[in-house]
């Protein structure tokens, strides 16, 4: 049984492991940090928040100041899929946004007696959408297209 987290997250509860809802790729212990198993990119601020007004001439601009702060972009390896983003100082570690309680998560889930993946009816957005399907359906067991012009 796999439950959807985020847009992009699912927690397989057969295996308790992180699976990406795009693409299937494993990012590990569903009882550990997902962020772990992804690509990261520390981004300068001032490369998303321009300054917009002229930084000869001032001080403070619009744009973070790179010495205070990063901003952590966090992808899926195999299919590029963007995760999540986080702002944090310098050197900061990747923080911890989710802990999960598994044997509570399974336990409300079969008491419930849904399908998680047809109740939680929000997902990977069309900008997701990637031919990987092959790999998709080899790890799940499900059957699931990964075309999803329309859904949401
Ligand atoms: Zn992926």
């Known amino acids: 049984m ?5 847009e992009y997250l699912f ?8 699976i990406c809802r ?13 962020k772990e ?13 321009p300054p917009v007004i002229d930084p000869e001439k001032y001080e403070f601009t619009f744009s973070p ?3 205070y702060c990063r901003i952590l972009e ?18 900061h570690p990747p923080t911890v946004d989710m ?14 007696g849904d399908d998680p993946e047809e109740v939680v009816n929000y997902g990977p957005g069309e900008n997701a959408v990637t031919d990987l399907s092959a790999r998709f359906d080899s ?11 329309g859904e949401h």
């Open 99 to 112: 802990l999960w309680d598994i044997d509570s998560l399974r336990e409300k889930w079969e008491a419930r």
């Open 22 to 34: 795009v693409c299937a790729h494993d990012f590990g212990d569903a009882r550990g940090n997902y």
């Open 139 to 149: 790890v799940g067991g499900h059957s699931h297209s990964t075309h999803r012009e």
């Open 2 to 6: 796999r439950v959807p987290m985020t």
């Open 37 to 49: 198993g992804t690509l990261v990119h520390d981004r300068d601020p001032r490369e998303i928040h």
């Open 11 to 18: 927690i397989d509860l057969d295996t308790e492991r992180w």
């Open 74 to 91: 966090f992808y899926c390896p195999t299919c590029g899929t963007q995760i999540e983003a986080e702002y944090l100082p310098p050197g």
């Open 65 to 67: 100041d790179p010495a």
